[in-house]
């Protein structure tokens, strides 16, 4: 089935850093792509998505370009926030769920 | 407000104990998720429901057991089957199609065995 890997945390930076969590993907197919963020002790919350090749997501400030060739969708951030520390998973679509990497925690420091 | 409504929040079991975890949706979503979500492991698929009345095994579906006898409502029961049963335990909704849309979680379950 469809998988993701993506870079293992956890991420220290201090505030209004530049942030990059790589996530690359195997898919048969044309898979939806997703980034998930999770805060201690809650549910995931949808970040962005991308549906197709060339899609760029946005949100909060936060960017992913779903990349064909490099079978990537790694996302960034211009200038993180102490509020951003928080656990980030990327997914994408199988057949018929989403399959989830393990997850990359970030901690941002003032 | 529409959403997903997980209970309890925390849950503790004995040894040999079944349990069962809420989930309840009012979102009109067709489509139901369960994912145990252990540290350093992410989140793997315990059980799927696409439909009232139907439900498919995910990954780990050894020792628990669903039904989806409403659209509204997928519960989870972590029965003495299971091992290794504490985790957090996250429920999920979708419409039919999950691969434009995603998911909606709920607040999650964190089951400990005393």
């Known amino acids: 089935g469809n998988s993701v890997t993506q870079m293992e945390g956890p991420v220290t930076l201090s505030e209004e850093a530049f942030l990059t969590i790589n996530c690359t993907y195997t898919a048969t197919g044309y898979p939806s792509l997703f980034w998930y963020v999770q805060y201690p002790g809650e549910g995931l919350q949808l970040l962005l998505k991308a549906t197709k090749a060339d899609d760029k997501g946005s949100n909060k400030g936060f960017e992913a370009t779903y990349r064909k060739e490099t079978t990537s969708f790694h996302l960034e951030k211009g200038s993180v926030q102490v509020s951003d520390s928080a656990v980030y998973f990327c997914a994408l679509s199988d057949r018929y769920a989403l399959n989830f990497g393990k997850g990359t925690s970030l901690l941002v420091t003032p | 407000d529409g959403g997903i409504t997980q209970s309890p929040k925390y849950l503790f079991r004995k040894e040999g104990q079944n349990v069962t975890l809420s989930c309840e949706q009012n979102?009109?979503?067709?489509?139901m998720y369960w994912y145990r979500q252990d540290p350093g492991q992410g989140l793997r698929l315990i059980y799927y429901?696409?439909?009232?009345?139907?439900?498919q095994k995910g990954d780990i579906a050894e020792g628990y057991s669903v039904s989806r006898e409403k659209k509204e409502s997928f519960p989870l029961t972590v029965t003495s089957a299971q091992k290794n049963p504490t985790a957090f335990y996250l429920c999920?909704?979708?419409?039919?199609?999950?691969?434009?849309?995603?998911?909606?979680f709920g607040s999650g379950t964190r089951l400990t065995v005393v």
């Open positions: 979102l009109n979503h067709d489509a």
């Open positions: 999920a909704s979708s419409t039919r199609d999950t691969m434009a849309f995603g998911y909606t």
């Open positions: 429901s696409q439909i009232v009345n139907d439900f």
